[in-house]
């Protein structure tokens, strides 16, 4: 059974990055652009794993991490936070993220992470 | 002699004469001398042998204006003695130890029955003590007559009883109408308690010394005066009355006056200065100026408005009021004065004076605004323009007076060149709030763009690691490596550049843990093991030491000591790292064998955009040292350097165990 994993994230290039880089190691990879879209989405199976990119000045995916922490139906699934703001660090530990990923990231690093988070 | 002197040689004559306490002796038509008695003896100074001297009883013998009288000249008058002789002349007797005495000569003639004068009996008077006594006192009553001073004498009852010309020159009086009245005569009523206390001093054989106090002359006039009261004794010692020296020092007060008056505007306005060039706060240096203004001034009320440009290029107008008179009430928005009025007020472009504010309403009612209900109203008011660089009217400072004399006295030169100091000073305000609203700004900026950055080189790293897995020829992946070390260089200066706009605005969040930092230095040094080709990094002393503070922050100060060591000693092939710890403290320490500092270079190190001399082909922004000191500073902990030049540098950090700024170990969620 392939894992499935859900990438919030934005920017294209990084978005089609990341996708590919788990596409590769074999991982279902659905993208969504932001948090508002992925709220939207259609159909409601639930990740393995969500990888959510957060902006500066724009909480809208932590509070979504929050809301995921609060909810015993996703409570479990482990959550991978991804930033250029360094600053977010201290956020992602309030919000209960899993994981805080600074870009730019070594994919290495986060091909490990992804794994370990899963297993 | 018997036969010659029956009289004298024979009873109770004789013995007056020898125990007469009045020099006396006889000669005989010759000038042998035949007798003489002890008083003689005693003033000539020896005892002469009898009818050897001629005349006197020494040898040597002056004139009172001191030529030396010869036998003959000095037997002459004692030898015609008689009727015209110049009874009582004054001759000097120079004794045998050279001493000398002016004495009186009283020659009488000693007559025989026949009319032969047989002898003459000489007496002397020593009058030498009266004379130094008569010269001294010559002497004195000119010294006091001459006195600049007033020297007066007076009894212990206060009568006055000696007045000089100098007392005349100081009280008016002359010395008739003085002479027998009272002392009180030239005192203040106010003051009789105080010569009351005098004269008690005196009477205890006490002097006053250099007392200052108030005389009234005759016109009435109030006169300060230094006193000094001396006791006056008798020759029995004992006090008779007192002498008084008075000096009359109204200069001195004045100009002491003067002086201390120069010495405290010279301090207020010292203080503007100061204000003004240690502050930017154009408020505070405003009220400072206005406090010191008027205290200068001797206004009663100070106002001082004053329209600051402020962010998009409004106007705002701020006031500033100090004095004595002031209520210290809330600056209400209403009593702001109109630009356009103090524009129609300086259109002179000088100090405008309100000589009586009543014919100037609006002016008069600003200072009734501020001024306390229970003191004089203002009346006068010097009104100063403050101008800036460019010429245009920011401002005016309103000195508020309620007394002519105040108002009248008051020095213009000053009020301008404060004005024009606190024009500067405003100007210098408004630049410093344009710069840090700028810099505020420049550190935003940095930060948006340092972010900006940091997205597209997530791609572009991510994309050449996936290529790096790919297989390709050698020369491909020297050139992918070479492209992954230059995106690391870059990803290393974003950094940077994040990180000092953070400091810069007080935002550089430590995230603490606990670790171990012996594992972060094999961490960071097996790191260096890989990507250092030319050094190796020699670790000394490790040992397991539990710290809680940020790792990653420590981890770039350690890799940017380990980054400069190498860089810094191209010749070596070695750096050695060192951990020490002390009950408190954990030191790690970096040296190397390279080119070393100078104590100029020591001292400039740890600042922003520092780049060692000769060095400015190394790679870097002279940032990364700014930052370790930022970084250690704000773990509560020391970074320093020992360096010496060719020799080498050490450089070394110490963080406390667990402590942070307000030494208290910060928790995962706080």
Redesign the interface.
């Known amino acids: 059974m392939r894992k499935i994993i859900h990438l919030i994230e934005d ?1 294209r ?2 978005s089609e ?2 996708a ?2 788990l596409m590769e190691e074999g991982y279902d990879v659905k993208v969504f652009a932001n948090p508002r879209m992925y709220e939207q989405r259609t159909h409601y199976i639930l990740p393995n794993l969500l990888i959510i990119d957060v902006k ?1 000045a724009c909480n809208d995916g932590l509070t979504m991490c929050q809301k995921w922490k609060l909810n015993s139906s996703t409570r479990h699934i482990p959550m991978l936070v991804t930033s ?4 977010n ?2 956020d992602v ?2 919000a209960e993220a899993d994981y805080f990923l600074s ?6 690093e986060l091909l490990a992470r992804v794994s370990s988070l899963l297993s | 002699m018997k036969d010659l002197y029956p009289n004298i040689t024979e009873g109770i004559f004789k013995e007056i004469f020898l125990a007469s306490p009045v020099a006396g002796y006889i000669c005989d038509q010759h000038g042998a001398l035949l007798i003489f008695n002890d008083a003689a003896a005693t003033l000539w100074g020896h005892r002469p042998e009898t009818g050897e001297r001629k005349w006197y009883g020494t040898l040597l013998v002056y004139d009172a204006g001191g030529q030396v009288l010869t036998t003959m000249d000095s037997s002459v008058p004692l030898l015609e003695g008689k009727g015209d002789v110049d009874q009582g002349a004054e001759i000097i007797l120079e004794r045998p130890d050279g001493s000398k005495r002016n004495v009186l000569v009283l020659p009488c003639p000693i007559v025989h029955d026949s009319g032969e004068p047989i002898a003459t009996h000489i007496t002397l008077i020593d009058i030498t003590d009266h004379k130094t006594y008569d010269e001294k006192q010559a002497v004195l009553s000119a010294i006091v007559e001459s006195s600049h001073d007033a020297i007066v004498g007076k009894t212990l009852d206060g009568t006055i009883i000696s007045w000089n010309r100098g007392a005349q020159r100081i009280f008016g009086y002359e010395e008739n109408e003085i002479i027998g009245k009272s002392v009180y005569t030239l005192i203040p009523t106010y003051l009789y308690e105080e010569e009351v206390n005098i004269l008690k001093q005196i009477k205890a054989g006490k002097q006053v010394d250099h007392y200052q106090t108030t005389r009234v002359s005759k016109s009435g006039k109030e006169i300060p005066i230094s006193l000094t009261v001396s006791p006056v004794r008798n020759s029995r010692n004992k006090i008779i009355g007192a002498s008084k020296i008075a000096r009359d020092i109204s200069d001195q007060l004045q100009k002491e006056q003067l002086i201390q008056f120069n010495a405290h505007k010279l301090g207020a306005l010292h203080a503007i200065s100061k204000v003004i060039s240690e502050k930017l706060d154009a408020d505070f240096i405003v009220q400072t100026v206005i406090n010191a203004t008027t205290e200068v001034t001797a206004a009663d009320i100070g106002i001082c408005c004053y329209w600051m440009t402020k962010g998009e290029g409004r106007r705002v107008q701020s006031v500033a009021v100090g004095g004595t008179a002031f209520n210290h009430k809330e600056i209400s928005a209403h009593s702001y004065l109109a630009e356009e009025f103090l524009h129609e007020i300086f259109q002179s472009r000088g100090n405008v004076r309100f000589d009586d504010l009543c014919d100037s309403p609006t002016v008069h009612a600003l200072f009734n605004e501020y001024r306390v209900i229970e003191v004089d109203e203002i009346r006068h008011c010097l009104a100063v323009p403050i101008y800036s660089a460019d010429n245009q009217l920011t401002g005016a400072i309103l000195l508020g007076y309620a007394q002519q004399d105040d108002y009248q006295g008051v020095d213009e030169e000053i009020t301008r060149s404060i004005a024009s100091q606190v024009a500067t000073a405003l100007e210098n305000a408004r630049l410093f709030e344009e710069v840090n609203a700028l810099n505020l700004k420049k550190n935003e900026f940095i930060a948006l763009a340092s972010h900006e950055l940091k997205t597209p080189l997530t791609t572009v790293k991510g994309y050449l690691q996936i290529l790096e897995r790919y297989e390709m020829n050698q020369m491909m992946r020297r050139f992918l490596t070479k492209a992954l070390t230059q995106l690391s260089r870059i990803e290393a200066l974003i950094n940077e550049l994040l990180d000092i706009s953070k400091i810069e605005a007080g935002k550089l969040s430590l995230y603490y843990e606990t670790f171990n930092i012996e594992d972060l230095i094999a961490d960071v040094v097996e790191t260096f093991h890989f990507s250092s080709q030319t050094h190796h990094i020699v670790a000394h002393n490790l040992q397991h030491v539990v710290v809680c503070a940020d790792r990653q922050r420590i981890e770039q100060v350690l890799i940017n000591l380990l980054s400069n060591a190498i860089k810094y000693s191209p010749d070596v092939d070695q750096v050695l790292v060192t951990l020490e710890t002390s009950d408190t403290h954990v030191t790690i320490k970096v040296t190397d064998e390279g080119v070393g500092l100078s104590s100029e270079q020591r001292e400039k190190i740890f600042t922003r955009f520092f780049r060692a001399e000769g060095t400015s082909k190394m790679p870097g922004l002279g940032l990364g040292l700014y930052l370790s000191k930022e970084i250690i500073e704000r773990h509560g902990g020391h970074i320093g350097v020992e360096s010496e030049i060719d020799k080498g540098s050490t450089f070394y950090f110490s963080i406390p165990y667990a402590q942070q700024d307000d030494g208290t170990v910060k928790t995962l969620f706080d």
């Open positions: 920017d290039a990084i990055l990341i590919f880089l500066l250029a703001y360094e600053g660090r201290t530990r309030v870009k730019p990231f070594d994919i290495n």
